[in-house]
């Protein structure tokens, strides 16, 4: 089975950092696109952090500078490092994966991917 778990959401104050995990199983992780998006109440979801099969990234333009998404391959988990944070970051963090060879790119949108975890929920106070 297709799966992947978030972990890691917490509450942080801002400026502070926090790093959160997506664990898949039934399927190579680093073999595939990967990203987080995330959700904030009263908006769309949106795409934050996007990995490829050869490591490349792209980021929203909110989040660059601040966040890095990565893989350990030994673990075939994607991670997003989260720094400076800011109460606008305040959302439910998902991952996502995409089946096919190709990736997407910032702006990449929810129908980019086909799996999907089910979140970890990050608040950042002020």
């Known amino acids: 089975q297709v799966q992947l778990v978030e972990s890691g959401g917490d509450s942080v104050q801002a400026g502070g950092s926090l790093r959160i995990s997506c664990a898949a199983s039934?399927?190579?992780?680093?073999?595939?696109?990967m990203a987080w998006f995330r959700q904030a109440p009263g908006k769309e979801r949106e795409g934050v952090a996007v990995?490829?099969?050869?490591?490349?990234?792209s980021y929203a333009d909110s989040v660059k500078g601040r966040f890095t998404i990565s893989e350990d391959n030994s673990k075939n988990t994607l991670y997003l490092q989260m720094n400076s944070l800011k109460p606008e970051d305040t959302a439910m963090y998902y991952c996502?994966?995409?089946?096919?060879?190709?990736?997407?790119?910032?702006?990449?949108?929810?129908?980019?991917?086909?799996?999907w975890g089910q979140g970890t929920q990050v608040t950042v106070s002020s």
């Open positions: 990995i490829n099969s050869d490591g490349n990234t």
């Open positions: 996502a994966a995409r089946s096919y060879v190709d990736c997407r790119w910032y702006p990449f949108t929810q129908p980019d991917f086909n799996t």
């Open positions: 039934g399927f190579t992780a680093s073999r595939h696109c």
